[in-house]
């Protein structure tokens, strides 16, 4: 009986788990699209490199994502 209720339990952790992944890829998208809406209202010299690194986080937050999908 205990076998049956922690393989579910672990069952509901994982799923829990794959389900904040994807909000925070979600998240990254936000992020996204927030700086581009900012490197089209401010100057500042440097939108390149934040664009980059805005990309850079939505690519290891997907890696992330599918990891866990791999391993969970």
Known sequence: MNL?????VWMVVKWFI???LV?????A???IRQVQLMTKT???G???QIRII???????????LMMALIVL
């Not at 909000?23 to 998240?27: A, E, P, Q, S």
């Not at 805005?54 to 992330?64: D, E, G, K, P, Q």
């Open 54 to 64: 805005s990309y850079l986080h939505l690519i290891a937050a997907i890696a992330v």
């Open 18 to 20: 794959i389900l904040a």
């Open 42 to 44: 401010l100057e500042v």
């Open 4 to 8: 049956v209720i922690g393989a579910s």
């Open 46 to 48: 440097f939108e390149g």
């Open 29 to 31: 998208f936000v992020i």
């Open 23 to 27: 909000l925070y890829l979600i998240f």
